[in-house]
């Protein structure tokens, strides 16, 4: 069992930065694969960004491709999402996500483990 809680969320105006936490419990962490996740009010929850169970393969949504940098720290148990020039339309509650598996893709679906969520807002 994995509990995850985030954290670093907050008003921001575009053009700036965040950084994003996700502390996690469980022993077996450093083998999950993990990720980022947002929804924005009134739609679905949709893909941010992934990394394998060691750090060394991410992913990024085409819309984040650039400006968001995903990373973990096994030792710590934490994973981070620094988000750099973002946008409003950025704005959305972020969760992070685990899964047993190693190396997992983007579809939400694969993820057994979910945070709470931390609100991230974005004025023009």
């Known amino acids: 069992q994995v509990q995850l809680v985030e954290s670093g969320g907050g008003l921001v105006q575009a053009g700036g930065s965040l950084r994003l936490t996700c502390a996690a419990s469980?022993?077996?962490?450093?083998?999950?694969?993990m990720g980022w996740f947002r929804q924005a009010p009134g739609k679905e929850r949709e893909f941010v960004a992934r990394?394998?169970?060691?750090?060394?393969?991410?992913g990024y949504a085409d819309s984040v491709k650039g400006r968001f940098t995903i990373s973990r720290d096994n030792a710590k148990i934490t994973m981070y999402l620094q988000m750099n020039s973002l946008k409003v339309e950025d704005t959305a509650a972020y969760y992070c996500?685990?899964?047993?598996?190693?190396?997992?893709?983007?579809?939400?679906?694969?993820?057994?483990?979910w945070g709470q969520g931390t609100q991230v807002t974005v004025s023009s």
């Open positions: 996500a685990a899964t047993p598996f190693g190396y997992a893709d983007g579809d939400r679906s694969n993820y057994a483990y």
């Open positions: 990394i394998n169970w060691s750090g060394s393969i991410t």
């Open positions: 469980g022993r077996t962490f450093s083998t999950y694969a």
